[in-house]
């Protein structure tokens, strides 16, 4: 009998860690929730504002109404089973289980599309895809000019490009991790290459070679700056100074891609006439590396583009 009392207050004293517990999160999560500015606790009779409309898609994607409700029921709960000696643990961790799903739902919505239902964008984020050219070199100085004037660069490296360049000057300069491959997701849920297509204000491509700019304009995407190019948000900008030699850049293959991408709402700056890596002379040189600075900051003043 005397084992069987203590077994049953062992039971009981688990039972309220883990109630405790499951309100400490409930907390973290409300915690999250208002750190982001995603959320704001409903006003105090009841109404809600415009933001708050109930989405076409209720199960898939809450609506703020939803948040507030599912919120408040995880609150209620912890009350209910948090009293000593009464907890339900099992009851409790159903109860959470299926709860936290929609609740975890409507919070990756609103952190991907935000309450005005279009997607977020970091007014100053800009992607810097640095393709395979000998001038890839000079993107680190972009990098730099570019984080000096406030933006907050994103480096997407591909493969060719590490040939010539190390990703780590990048990450020191742009104080941000470098995204080399595909499937460098992290710990987040979330693909990197479509967070960063959700968050861009401006895609800017340098130096961009003959590859890239064919790929762009057929829609090839094998790598993860040429999904960030495809799955772009469409508020963002997109800015492009090739480097090639100058024979491939007066191709009419290439020509023709560039022509189709102007005609999509692609800027090309540049390339500048000069000696060129290869040997020779000729149009194929990157454009000037403060002139594409200032560029991309003056694209980045404008509203972002309507669609």
Known sequence: STFNVQRSTFNVQRSTFNVQRSTFNVQRTKGLLHNECLIQEP???????????A??????????????RVYAEMKTACHRYGAPGTARPTRMQEFMQGRACALRTGFYRCLRVGMSGKPMQDSKCVILGVTGSIAAHRAIDLASTLTKAGSDVRVVMTADAQKFVNPLPFKVLSRNEVITD???????????HIKLADQARLLLVAPATANFIAKMAVGLANDALSCIALALNPHARVLVAPAMNGKM???????????????????????EAGALACGYEGVGRLYDVNKIAARALELLALPAKTV
């Open 43 to 53: 006003p105090k009779d009841g109404t809600l504002t415009a933001a708050g409309a």
């Open 55 to 68: 989405s076409p898609n209720a199960r898939d994607n809450p609506s703020l109404p939803e948040l507030f």
């Open 182 to 192: 595909l499937y460098d997701d992290g710990d987040d849920w979330q693909p990197a």
């Open 249 to 271: 850049w007066l191709h009419p293959a290439t020509q023709q891609n560039v022509a189709t991408l102007q005609q999509r709402g692609v800027e090309f700056i540049g390339p």
